[in-house]
């Protein structure tokens, strides 16, 4: 097997998980071959020459600040987090004028998510839109509990007086990601106000707000103003995206202390935080030139990922975030995938039952030329199909 052929068997595995149906493989691990040789330098990022545009990921993190600071950190890697989990909860609280029980903190805000849905699953179903980051909530729901969704909408937007329509009695949480992942699009904050308002009286609503730094108005589009307020709400936040921070594993929630306590029954205790990561997001989290830097590169980013689109006579949803999602028209998205990772370009694949949507990540700029240079030769080769 060519060096070549090796790294886009590498790119189909991690890829596929895209696929209807899949389980939870996360885009980018690939599980080795039974008896395959383990090399002794693993790779820690996408391998030389590969656009890894396929996990939300901000390849201008980690910080130079953060890195300075996860040095330090890994010199104390022997011991378990302690101080510094306080002062990020600190820190947190402060920005929203609230207390350190304000905040969970967990592996990723992937951990928080997975202990809410499975604490409220055991008293009813969780509420979304067809289409959103709903990982968590599968986890969730694995032992008892469901997810109950919204029909299709055709915009591909979440629509909230549907879903307030939706709360019958046996729904136990309403969970909205915005902006939402995959379509990039965020809700109109008045809307999104009056409609958790509404909703918070009949049941807890998660608003899953992983992007929130990457909008137009980040403080117009956060509820957390909404938990200071009383109101029963949870917000979800990483350090995953802007912050650069994917294989740190920091996010968190911000909630009621009676609901934090409540999650927490389902959660591991902050010692199962590392204290590089922890250090890392203490680092980060007020670093403004980083994030203001990080955020004009997406922006850039998606203006070139447009350009190159319309270049070949596609479009994307109107994005808000570090990813676009494209409108193949004719073609299906896991033709396309598998034809862009031929040309060492990784994206998703298909979502649900929206086959002709494609959806690809902000990386770095010359990772988004590759994707925009490998367009028409693999379009180009992909069949359109009956829609
Ligand atoms: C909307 C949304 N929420 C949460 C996450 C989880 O990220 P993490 O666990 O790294 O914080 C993701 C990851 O892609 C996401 O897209």
Redesign the pocket.
């Known amino acids: 097997m060519s060096n070549g052929s090796a790294i886009n068997r590498r790119m189909f595995l991690a890829g596929s998980s895209a696929a209807i149906g899949s389980s939870m493989v996360l885009p980018g691990l690939a599980a080795a071959a039974p008896g395959a040789m383990v090399s002794s330098a693993p790779a820690y990022g996408p391998l030389p020459g590969v656009a890894k545009l396929n996990?939300?990921e901000n390849p201008y993190g980690p910080s130079p600040a953060a890195l300075k600071a996860m040095d330090a950190a890994m010199r104390k890697g022997a011991y378990y987090v302690n101080d510094s989990v306080t002062r990020l909860k600190a820190m947190i609280a402060e920005r929203h004028g609230l207390t350190s029980e304000h905040i969970l903190l967990s592996?990723?805000?992937?951990?928080g998510?997975t202990y809410l849905a499975q604490a409220v699953s055991g008293s009813g179903k969780i509420l979304g839109p067809d289409l959103f980051?709903d990982?968590?909530s599968r986890m969730g729901t694995r032992q008892q509990g469901e997810i109950k969704r919204l029909p299709k909408a055709s915009d591909l937007a979440i629509n909230l007086a549907a879903m307030e329509d939706a709360i019958s009695d046996d729904v136990a949480m309403v969970q909205i990601?915005n902006p939402n992942?995959p379509t990039g699009m965020v809700l109109a904050p008045d809307e999104l106000v009056m409609f958790t308002k509404r909703a918070s009286k009949k049941t807890l609503v998660l608003l899953?707000e992983?992007?929130n730094e990457l909008t137009d108005d980040p403080e117009a589009n956060s509820m957390v103003p909404l938990v200071k307020q009383g109101y029963n709400v949870v917000v979800?936040r990483?350090?995953?995206?802007i912050y650069g921070l994917?294989g740190m594993?920091v996010?968190y929630l911000i909630a009621a202390p009676e609901t934090i306590e409540m999650i927490s029954q389902y959660a591991l205790g902050d010692y199962s935080l590392n204290q590089a990561g922890v250090a890392a997001a203490v680092a980060s989290y007020d670093d403004e030139p980083f994030l203001a830097y990080a955020k004009a590169k997406v922006v850039e980013a998606r203006g070139l990922i447009s350009e190159g689109l319309a270049a070949n006579g596609l479009s994307a949803l109107p994005s808000s975030t570090n990813f676009m999602f494209v409108d193949l028209g004719k073609r299906s998205a896991e033709d396309f995938r598998a034809a862009m990772a031929q040309r060492n370009v990784l994206i998703r694949g298909i979502y649900r039952d929206y086959t002709q949507w494609s959806r690809v990540s902000m990386g770095e700029i010359k990772d988004v030329q590759q994707y925009v240079a490998a367009l028409p030769s693999a379009l180009d080769e992909i069949p359109e199909v009956a829609v």
């Open positions: 996990a939300n592996s990723g805000s992937s951990g998510l980051w990982t968590t990601t992942n899953d992983a992007y979800a990483t350090f995953s995206k994917a594993r996010g």
